[in-house]
């Protein structure tokens, strides 16, 4: 059976030998992407340690940067598999570097930097960056849980030990917007970041209509749909707002 055959009828891979060079060039964007990520995540919140109000969310603060930092680490060590220099990697972008907070370039991403563009945009305050991390970790777990199924297993056991590590994360970003909330941080300015943050994360989904998901399916790379990905995310980060006294912009 030819290999294109075999991930098509489901299969899957255990080493980079028998990829072919389509499938290898679209297993290396995906890790890509979400080493960038990472790296560009832990980054822009290592600025954020020092504003946290107390000890304990300085320590939270600290540790998500370590973990994203380690989970960067899993995925680059696979793509070095692949060929990729991992050596040199982590050095060959500013991860910290940020656009000004008013730009707005959607899903546009910068040369020889794979990053979601959400994680371009600068953190402002503590609370800021709370909700952000709430929404982008909300949609973390529904990437990871796509990811947990690739059709590459090494990655994809390594994304399902990944998976519980974000969703702690997003269950302490949780936890820090309802500290904030029952400490009296203004509502106001909260829903400010909720606006500013909602539509530059459900651009982390891709376009509704992708030219790449025929060939991403037929390479068990992907099995849901960007806008089913999104949907998901909408409803449940909804629900969460909801429950906070936020609300979730529309449209």
Excluded at 62 to 75: H, L
Excluded at 195 to 214: H, L, N, T
Aim: charged share 25%.
């Amino acid at each position: 059976m030819k290999i294109e055959d075999y991930l098509a009828q489901g299969g899957v891979l255990s080493s980079p030998d028998n990829a072919p060079p389509r499938y290898r060039a679209e297993l290396l964007r995906l890790m890509a992407t979400f080493v960038d990520s990472e790296l560009a995540a832990a980054a822009g919140f290592a600025d954020m340690i020092n504003a946290g109000p107390g000890i304990p969310e300085r320590i939270a603060a600290a540790r998500i940067v370590m973990e994203k930092t380690e989970n960067a680490g899993r995925v680059l060590r696979i793509m070095g598999d692949f060929g990729a220099n991992t050596d040199r990697y982590v050095g060959a972008h500013p991860w910290a570097d940020r656009l000004a907070r008013e730009a707005d370039i959607g899903a546009t991403r910068r040369e020889g930097d794979m990053r979601l563009s959400v994680f371009n945009y600068p953190l402002t305050t503590w609370a800021d960056s709370v909700v952000m991390h709430l929404l982008m970790g909300l949609a973390a777990e529904e990437q990871l849980g796509e990811f947990s199924r690739v059709s590459y297993g090494p990655l994809a056991e390594a994304f399902r030990e990944i998976a519980p590590i974000e969703a702690a994360h997003t269950l302490s970003a949780r936890k820090g917007l309802e500290h904030l909330i029952d400490t009296g941080t203004d509502r106001a300015a909260l829903q400010a970041s909720v606006d500013y943050w909602w539509p530059r994360v459900a651009v982390s989904f891709g376009r509704e209509v992708s030219s790449r998901a025929a060939t991403l399916g037929a390479f068990g790379l992907r099995h849901q749909t960007n806008a089913e990905l999104r949907g998901c995310w909408e409803r449940r980060a909804g629900a969460e707002l909801e429950g906070l006294g936020l609300t979730a912009p529309q449209g």
